[in-house]
């Protein structure tokens, strides 16, 4: 079955969100929509990078994946449509789909060069029926012009050495747990049987935990969760609001010699 | 494919909106539900007008929209059904539909002559049953007794002379912008050449633009939108914060002579 | 139709919900996915037991219901599956099944004995591959080792003597309506004709309505529910903040002699 999943920015008290499911339904209503989320906060890519690159490779491989944050984006940004990983992603060329995955790109066009279109609704007029399209078995070098790149952000990245593992936060959820970047590969390599600290704030802990009831309720717990990076949180609580941390803070692991 | 969307004032933190949408499937598994909105503040039928205004028509003729906002309504009010601009409509007739185009309706039916049900949720007792019907095929005249009219209420008018048009804020939108009932059309039978100031609280402007990279980041642009209306947003930032304008605000728009 | 319905503290601005429902897609795309909500406070097990309780008979018989609150549960919570009333359920062993209905469980089952997964993602990793599985067809006792009992929690419980009903509010919904645990039977089986007072806060009041006409925009209404449970509210206003009534706030009916 063709699936089109929805990221987006515009919440859900207009009519956006729906224009676009019903443009979908229109061009060819097989499809199964999926809504990822439309809780982004308003041209938040970070944010939005962070939750599409955690649930893309759910999906079966050949879903589309409608990207409308930022769907403007700044002068010059194009809408374009790739093929990453074995699956299809249409939106703006704003430098989000190069923080959702460390592999290059299958293939890549750029959506302006078969659309006159003018539109300050780039989601339902222009995104909606490329992925349509896609969805419906057409290939990207039917909808456009390839493109060599698309824009490539600096993401924030990991520091690591025999001495210690440098990261930070990169996403704060919903529960307060706070998601680093620290990723378990690195961890495992490094640490070996070494005794380590984690740091954070003023905070030392020197236990990674691998299951939630090795803490009692409201005791911090520190794991691998199920992205594998390190995750920050209190057991039933709200780590966001006890730990000081925050989106960006620091976190580091320290092995002894 | 038969589908109903649902627009709701009921919020997502409780079992309403479940509730109507077992109700549609336990009657007809094959129904397509797609959600328009269920974060309608309560009661406000003019939030809950826009919206089903601005979308309706994206979706396929003879789609069915439920609609179960100030579902309840006044004493008196009636549940009925609708079909306008070929599209079908269930709820109360609380003026709602009235202003949601500039048509007049194909048929109107009441469906309490049908129903003898005294519920204090019509939306999953009366409206789902009846808008299932409709999907699938029933026609209008099976499900109740005609009726003349519905409610009407007035709506807030655009004045328009050859000086002047004179609208409002009719939705603040969840990204800040603030949507007119100025439509194009006016403006552009109207403005012919001439030179024209757009005026709200104390700002004045000399340009409405057509695309939002003709201004910078957290400057303010002024476009008909994808509803072809006026509209007057900060690129990438909150109008709503930063112009002093609010729902039911003055906007004006003043040709020189 | 297969459904699985989906409910959850996990919120809508992350990738859980999504991660979720892909995980169920790519084990069988043939099934319907329907969210009940996604908006229970974290980890708040009376409210996501009332809206379960309040929703999952308006489903087909059949449905499963995949419940992803208190997910983890506490120490030595399990990973279970049950029959009840014609309908399945996956979940922790949290306690939650206990309050959803007053009838036994048909079968009742532990998914730990078939899965040596350690996971801090059990709704996807755990309760999904389940759920799609009973969807689908597989029978229970395929899935687990039965189980005799799963965990109970003691629930607020009505009192009810031939002068007085005594209850307390059990939800106050995204309109500020208060519901009671007070049932319609209850009432109807003690009141026979017999006059009587409300009684909540600093209120009294000697009425229950039918419809919610029966009292003017901005008063007090009294009746029983669409679950047939006595409600608080004021019609077209919030009534949780109008009436110094909250969560677990104590309601009473008594009769006269």
């Given at each position: 079955m063709a699936i089109v999943t929805l990221l987006t920015d515009s919440g859900e008290s207009d009519h956006y969100v729906a224009?676009?499911?019903?443009?979908?339904?229109s061009i060819n209503p097989g499809i199964r929509i999926e809504d990822i989320s439309h809780k982004i906060k308003p041209n938040d890519i970070a944010h939005a990078a962070f939750v599409l690159r955690a649930v893309f490779r759910e999906f079966p491989k050949g879903t589309v994946h409608l990207v409308g944050v930022d769907a403007v984006g700044a002068k010059g940004d194009l809408p374009i449509a790739l093929q990453l990983e074995d699956h299809f992603f249409v939106g703006a060329d704003n430098g989000l789909f190069g923080l959702i995955s460390d592999k290059t790109h299958q293939h890549l066009i750029s959506l302006n060069s078969i659309t006159t279109i003018s539109t300050t609704f780039p989601?339902?007029?222009?995104?909606?029926?490329?992925?349509?399209?896609?969805?419906?078995?057409?290939?990207l070098s039917d909808l456009g012009k390839p493109l060599p790149v698309f824009k490539k952000m600096i993401d924030r990245q990991v520091k690591a050495t025999k001495k210690q593992i440098t990261?930070?936060?990169?996403?704060?959820?919903?529960?307060?747990?706070?998601i680093t970047n620290i990723p378990r590969e690195a961890f495992e390599i490094l640490s070996?049987?070494?005794?380590?600290?984690?740091?954070f704030g003023g905070e030392k802990f020197r236990r990674i935990h691998t299951d939630y009831h090795q803490v009692e309720e409201g005791?911090?717990?520190?794991?691998?969760?199920?992205l594998n990076m390190l995750e920050i949180g209190i057991f039933k609580g709200k780590?966001?609001?006890?730990?000081?941390?925050?989106y960006d803070s620091v976190v580091t692991i320290t092995f002894d010699e």
């Open positions: 224009a676009i499911k019903a443009r979908i339904i989601e339902r007029d222009i995104f909606a029926p490329a992925a349509v399209k896609l969805a419906s078995g057409i290939s990261g930070s936060v990169v996403r704060v959820d919903g529960f307060g747990n706070l070996k049987e070494k005794v380590y600290t984690i740091q005791e911090c717990v520190i794991l691998f969760n199920s780590a966001s609001d006890l730990l000081g941390l925050a």
